[in-house]
């Protein structure tokens, strides 16, 4: 029953309070972690004013590691105020990684992405800034279960 609950307020919340979902955006998100730092090109796709697909290819690298990575996220994006907006969506990963002195693995993971971005269109300027946190559960590779990463985007939209 408190499922039903929240889902409905979040479709309710989700009605009323949209967002401007621009067409695309083009940009950068950079992260970084104890294990390896990095960034990602990041390209997002809206669907229609509260939706879109966001694809990222990441390049990591660190102290004898290296990884590319691969992340599908479907977002619903909420405004908060003027050009503040929220998002939240589930997602996937595939990685590439390879520790020196290794063959390689493949990891596979399911998880979201949670964050707030500030969109400047609302001043002329086709940027977006963001903040956001992607929690992913790693099933299969080297380093399966759960982690997460914090990151700052960049993207231009249009």
Not at 38 to 59: C, M, P, V, W
Not at 95 to 115: R, T
């Amino acid at each position: 029953m408190k499922k039903i609950f929240v889902l409905a307020v979040l479709l309710t919340v989700g009605y009323y309070a949209s967002a401007q979902v621009y067409p695309h955006a083009l940009g950068l998100r950079l992260f970084g972690s104890g294990k390896y730092n990095g960034a990602e090109i990041s390209y997002q796709h809206g669907l229609n004013d509260t939706k879109r697909l966001e694809g990222d290819l990441s390049f990591g690298f660190g102290s004898g590691y290296s990884r590319l990575q691969i992340v599908g996220i479907h977002q619903w994006v909420w405004n908060i105020d003027g050009g503040f907006n929220w998002f939240a969506g589930p997602g996937a990963a595939v990685s590439f990684d390879k520790y020196e002195g290794s063959n390689g693995y493949v990891n596979l993971g399911l998880g979201g992405q949670i964050g707030a971005e500030y969109d400047f269109n609302t001043k002329d300027v086709p940027l977006v800034l963001s903040l956001d946190v992607r929690p992913m559960w790693n099933f299969l590779g080297d380093h399966s279960g759960f982690g997460w990463g914090a990151a700052i985007g960049i993207r231009y939209t249009f």
